[in-house]
């Protein structure tokens, strides 16, 4: 029989996470975050302040901050209308001197995001303008397969907010 071995995941980890509770990690990382979530809309809601919070704290301006969080809220509702109610997300913030990044990773690779045939100022729409959005905040967001889902990137660059 063999001794136990204290592995990696018995020691603790280089940056300890802010909150680890079921169903919402938060581990901060230099210049940002990783938050690995079941999209709830409790979580959602954190994951909103959490990004405005953190983004807002860069030193970029609050303009930055709300058109991060609204990206991050775009890009997770659509992960959740896409693979269901409480799918596993992860969200990523990295700053840097230039721009910040938000990244949402879900695990369909399939179920990629597109854009409805209506145009983005359609006063009957109740939803939908979520891409459109996307486009008009960080134009050139890709979306990566990666071996467990995909996960879509959307870079906004500070000095245009910073200075509206």
């Not at 990244?103 to 983005?120: F, I, K, S, T, Y």
């Not at 889902?149 to 000095?159: E, F, V």
Request: charged share 20%.
């Amino acid at each position: 029989m063999h001794a136990a071995h204290p592995g990696p995941a018995a020691s603790a980890p280089a940056h300890p996470p802010k909150v680890a509770e079921c169903g919402f990690y938060l581990a901060i990382r230099p210049g940002g975050f990783v938050l690995h979530m079941s999209a709830s809309p409790e979580h959602m809601r954190r994951m909103r302040d959490r990004v405005f919070e953190a983004v807002a704290g860069f030193g970029v301006g609050e303009p930055v901050a709300e058109a991060a969080r609204l990206l991050a809220s775009e890009l997770v509702g659509n992960a959740v209308r896409l693979c269901g109610p409480w799918t596993p997300v992860v969200v990523q913030i990295v700053s840097k001197p230039d721009h910040v990044q938000v990244q949402v990773h879900d695990p369909e690779p399939g179920a990629l995001p597109g854009r409805r045939a209506d145009p983005p100022d359609n006063e009957d729409l109740e939803s939908g303008r979520g891409l459109w959005i996307l486009d008009a905040l960080a134009p050139g967001w890709t979306v990566e397969p990666t071996s467990v889902g995909k996960q879509i990137t959307a870079t906004l660059p500070c000095g245009e907010f910073a200075a509206a």
